[in-house]
T-cell receptor
């Protein structure tokens, strides 16, 4: 059973550097979501793709953040000019027919020093 | 803003039933109740969802009050591995709007030996 995978699992970077995370959803899932989670909080929605189309972006997704899903399969989330406030767990999830029933990956933990 | 209210923490003895409450007094007629849980350092995991009827699956039971303003997630025989943060989420599956999960802070359930 291949679930949602995310790479890398951990990333430490210096402030001002760019980072890119990858998410591979479950193969038949056409919807893909990115969330961010900080310590003690629930995950916060960032953006959502249906196939290759990015259909919604949260206000949390500043212009330093960009997400792509070029062929409707894997997705990347890039953060440019990282700031210490970007330190968080970045979670990816995918779903098929059942909106609301999402399958989450293990997350990428970003630490900005 | 999260549409649900949950206690921040609960304890349960191993082998006993864990009953996790959730208030959602502003729920709309087309909104479902979803439950997810998040074990430490993992991504959230879907548990169950329902509209107005009680639901049961291999993981848990969901009891929704007749007025739909509150619900209870029941883990019938809690084990140490059920220690996690449990999130109650309300939202609509159908309709033209893009659906996304809005997590609150959830309830930290600690199962004690």
């Amino acid at each position: 059973d291949t679930g949602v995978s995310q790479n890398p699992r951990h990333k430490i970077t210096k402030r001002g550097q760019n980072v890119t995370f990858r998410c591979d959803p479950i193969s038949e899932h056409n919807r893909l979501y990115w969330y961010r989670q900080t310590l003690g909080q629930g995950p916060e929605f960032l953006t959502y793709f249906q196939n290759e189309a990015q259909l919604e972006k949260s206000r949390l997704l500043s212009d330093r953040f960009s997400a792509e899903r070029p062929k409707g399969s894997f997705s990347t989330l890039e953060i440019q000019r990282t700031e210490q406030g970007d330190s968080a767990m970045y979670l990816c999830a995918s779903s098929f027919r059942d909106r609301g029933r999402e399958y989450f990956g293990p997350g990428t933990r970003l630490t900005v020093t | 803003d999260a549409k649900t209210t949950q206690p921040p923490s609960m304890d349960c003895a191993e082998g006993r039933a864990a009953n996790l409450p959730c208030n959602h007094s502003t729920i709309s007629g087309n909104e479902y109740v979803y439950w997810y849980r998040q074990i430490h350092s993992q991504g959230p995991q879907y548990i169950i969802h329902g509209l107005k009827n009680n639901e049961t699956n291999e993981m848990a039971s969901l009891i929704i009050t007749e007025d739909r303003k509150s619900s209870t997630l029941i883990l019938p025989h809690a084990t140490l591995r059920d220690t996690a943060v449990y999130y109650c989420i309300v939202g609509a599956i159908s309709g033209g709007s893009n659906y996304k999960l809005t997590f609150g802070k959830g309830t930290l359930l600690t199962v004690n030996p």
